[in-house]
C-alpha cells in the first residue's frame, strides 16, 4: 500500500503545484492595463464605444428583386432597451450566430423592433429567427445622416 501512497501524494502535490502557478498568473493578468481600453470577448473594446445586442425574431418578406433588407428584432442582454427611430442609421450590424456568421452590414433605417440594411448591401436571405447581432457604433465621425 506505501506505493498507492506515495503515487497519489505526488499527484496531489503536482495539482497543488499548478493550481498556485495559475492563481500566480491570474493575479498578474490586469486588464485595465491597455492603455485605456477594457477586454470585451477576444478583442479589447474602447468602453466608451456604443454597442446594441438582439435577437431576430423573423424576416420581413423580399421585395419583387428577391431582396431581403429588413429583420425583424428584440434586445437582449444587460441594459439593452428598444432604440428610438432611426437612432442606429449608419450603425455596423455584424452577425454573430447563424448562417450569415461574421458578416458585415450596415443600417440604412431601424425602428424600436426592425433593422433595414442598406440597398448596396447583400440580401438577408438565410437569416431566421434566433440568429444573433450586434450593432456598433464604430466611429461617429464617419456616420452620414444624409445615408
Known amino acids: 500500500m506505501s506505493w498507492v501512497t506515495s503515487i497519489w501524494g505526488g499527484a496531489r502535490a503536482a495539482s497543488v503545484a499548478a493550481a498556485a502557478v495559475l492563481a500566480t498568473l491570474h493575479a498578474g493578468a490586469d486588464p485595465a492595463r491597455l492603455d485605456g481600453l ?3 470577448g477576444h478583442d ?23 431582396r431581403i433588407a429588413t429583420l425583424r428584432f428584440e434586445p ?25 456568421f461574421a458578416k458585415t452590414l450596415w443600417l440604412e433605417s431601424n425602428t424600436a423592433d426592425e433593422l433595414t440594411v442598406r440597398d448596396s448591401d447583400p440580401s438577408l436571405e438565410g437569416v431566421i429567427e434566433g440568429d444573433i447581432v450586434i450593432i456598433e457604433l464604430i466611429d461617429p465621425k464617419l456616420v452620414d445622416p444624409n445615408v
Open 44 to 66: 479589447a473594446v474602447d468602453p466608451a464605444l456604443q454597442r446594441f445586442t438582439a435577437k431576430v425574431t423573423g424576416v420581413k418578406p423580399a421585395d419583387k428583386a428577391g
Open 38 to 40: 477594457q477586454p470585451a
Open 76 to 100: 437582449i442582454g444587460p441594459g439593452m432597451a428598444p432604440p428610438m427611430p432611426n437612432d442606429m442609421r449608419g450603425w455596423r450590424l455584424t452577425f454573430i450566430r447563424g448562417a450569415m
